[in-house]
């Protein structure tokens, strides 16, 4: 069984500060990891993931992410902040639900409010 | 290329009644997930279909089904409407396993039970 848990339900940075969200997971197996973001009555858009590649991974507008093993970590960071990341943020795990079958687990989500 | 497409946006339904939600996934993806998104709960896993076959099934109770279609399309529904199912349903498709293939959601659709 995987799990994840998000530290802080609600993080405030001022733009052009450091966004760090924090994301601990647990998995029996080695897992998949992901973090997505949503906005205001949209869906989930998917900014990374890692796969058991190279341990820091890049995604899209800026975030990047580590997987650290040893601290069964996955935190998502952007070195600065813009008004346009305000947004929920959820991190999850994958691993194999049997027959190939395809199953994320999310944490409860982090939202993101940058201040002006 | 279009993206994941889930009709109705919103939908309000009274208790008892059943209603259908449904998805058609990214050309070219044969795997459909629904999941359900609450303030309380947060987002949980639904089911899972591939090439027309459940694969998987959350923990959720027998109202809750779903089914695909050989162009794999995806309907869910939910019978005998209780006010906790208000919720936001999203559908999400893939070609096949996380490793190789990321889940590209819809934008949901919104279940309001009165």
């Known amino acids: 069984a995987q799990s994840v848990t998000q530290l802080g339900s609600h993080v405030s940075v001022s733009e052009g500060a450091l966004v760090l969200l924090r994301c601990n997971y647990s998995?029996?197996?080695?897992?998949?990891l992901f973090w997505y973001v949503q906005y205001p009555n949209q869906g989930l858009q998917l900014l990374l993931k890692y796969t058991s590649a190279a341990t820091l991974v890049k995604g899209i507008n800026g975030f990047e992410a580590e997987f650290k093993k040893s601290e069964t970590s996955f935190h998502l960071t952007k070195p600065s902040a813009h008004m346009s990341d305000a947004a929920e943020y959820f991190c999850?795990?994958?691993?194999?639900?049997?027959?190939?079958?395809?199953?994320?687990?999310f944490g409860k989500g982090t939202k993101l409010s940058v201040i002006p | 290329k279009a993206g994941v497409t889930q009709t109705p946006r919103y939908l309000i339904k009274t208790r008892g009644q059943q209603v259908t939600l449904s998805c058609s996934p990214i050309s070219g993806h044969r795997s459909v997930s629904w999941y359900q998104q609450t303030p309380g709960q947060g987002l949980q896993f639904l089911f899972e279909?591939?090439?027309?076959?459940?694969?998987n099934k959350g923990n959720f109770p027998g109202r809750f089904s779903g089914r695909q279609f050989s162009n794999s399309r995806s309907e869910m529904n939910v019978s005998t409407l209780e006010l906790g199912d208000s919720a936001l349903y999203l559908c999400?498709?893939?070609?096949?396993?996380?490793?190789?293939?990321?889940?590209?959601f819809g934008n949901g659709t919104r279940l309001t039970v009165t």
């Open positions: 999850a795990v994958s691993g194999n639900s049997g027959a190939g079958s395809y199953q994320l687990t």
């Open positions: 999400a498709s893939s070609h096949s396993t996380p490793r190789d293939s990321p889940l590209h």
């Open positions: 998995s029996s197996v080695p897992p998949y």
């Open positions: 279909y591939f090439s027309e076959t459940q694969r």
